[in-house]
């Protein structure tokens, strides 16, 4: 994962904010690091998270350089190495990345999220924790469903409002959500978020770069 904002980590962690149960990035790539946390919020540093976590990181790297390279040619292979010989470069050339990354993070199976007002379906594509504490807020109540779920099944459970959530890798290697999405539109509301914007315009006719 790359950021694009030059300085990360300044506000540091905290549990409260956690998006997801475990973070799913093998590796991050960032131009400065935090070294000191300035929100009283703050329990634990950007590097004590991702030794926790065992996720390594780079930092001074030109990321918005990087991010216009990655916007050229797509998403690409990467790794971080302590040395940059031929052995770690047979290493990322061997490497095999799953096409469709969405399904390495969706739900499995449909989970409540109960709540006392309207009736959402929210399609997880790579959902953040916030979408349903924000969902929450409003009194819905959710129910949060696989990113392979047909239209027809959407259908059934007759809800007042579906959300496509967002999520990693390319919209157009999740062609499957097309058809669903398809299937809704114009008999049920519908609400993008990042990803799930994408594949709605995608849906649509729209293109993606």
């Not at 997801?20 to 093998?26: E, F, G, L």
């Not at 971080?80 to 290493?91: N, Y």
Request: hydrophobic share 40%.
């Amino acid at each position: 994962m790359t950021f694009t904002q030059p300085l990360i980590g300044n506000v540091g962690i905290n549990r409260d904010d956690y998006e997801s149960i475990d973070p799913t990035a093998k590796g991050i790539v960032v131009r400065d690091v935090a070294r000191v946390t300035g929100n009283w919020r703050s329990q634990m540093t950007l590097d004590e998270f991702l030794k926790r976590k065992h996720i390594p990181g780079i930092s001074g790297v030109d990321t918005r350089a990087l991010t216009k390279k990655i916007r050229e040619v797509g998403a690409m292979k990467a790794s971080i190495v302590d040395a940059a010989d031929e052995h770690a470069f047979d290493q990322l050339k061997a490497l095999v990345l799953p096409k469709n990354q969405v399904q390495q993070v969706s739900t499995q199976q449909a989970y409540p999220a109960p709540g006392t007002g309207r009736n959402v379906v929210v399609i997880d594509f790579g959902l953040k924790h916030s979408i349903l504490r924000e969902l929450a807020k409003r009194q819905c109540n959710v129910t949060v469903l696989p990113a392979t779920t047909t239209a027809s099944t959407i259908l059934e459970l007759a809800p007042d409002g579906v959300m496509l959530t967002n999520g990693p890798g390319d919209p157009k290697d999740v062609p499957e959500a097309l058809d669903m999405i398809r299937g809704v539109e114009g008999k049920i509301p519908l609400f993008g978020i990042c990803l799930g914007h994408q594949l709605f315009a995608l849906a649509n006719g729209a293109n993606t770069l």
